[in-house]
């Protein structure tokens, strides 16, 4: 069975970082296309970042755009998300997410799907 495990949530005060860590176990881990996604309360989940299969090809949802950094170890199969400058807005649920297609954007294209990891900004 698939699992994808997310780590590194919490709470922080506006204009502070975090580090999100998502490991998979896939064993064809460095095929896949991988994502970060978040949900507020009452608000549909939302695309944050991709990253492509070898790491090259990054994509970032402009609300993240020069805040938050995706990057990728496969030797380790895991997945990282470094959120720096956080806003207010920036709570959610943050989940990561395996696709076995290119770099997609959308959540209906990702196969795999991890619990999801808590994240609080306080202003």
């Known amino acids: 069975q698939v699992q994808l495990v997310e780590s590194g949530g919490g709470l922080v005060q506006a204009g502070g970082s975090l580090r999100l860590s998502c490991t998979a176990s896939?064993?064809?881990?460095?095929?896949?296309?991988m994502g970060w996604f978040r949900q507020a309360p009452g608000k549909e989940r939302e695309f944050v970042a991709a990253?492509?299969?070898?790491?090259?090809?990054?994509s970032y949802a402009d609300a993240v755009k020069g805040r938050f950094t995706i990057s990728r170890d496969n030797a380790k199969n895991s997945v990282y998300l470094q959120m720096n400058t956080l806003k207010p807005e920036d709570t959610a649920v943050y989940y990561c997410?395996?696709?076995?297609?290119?770099?997609?954007?959308?959540?209906?294209?990702?196969?795999?799907w991890g619990q999801g990891t808590q994240v609080t900004v306080s202003s």
């Open positions: 896939l064993r064809t881990f460095s095929s896949f296309t």
């Open positions: 997410a395996a696709s076995p297609n290119g770099s997609r954007r959308s959540a209906s294209d990702y196969t795999y």
């Open positions: 990253i492509s299969s070898g790491g090259r090809v990054k």
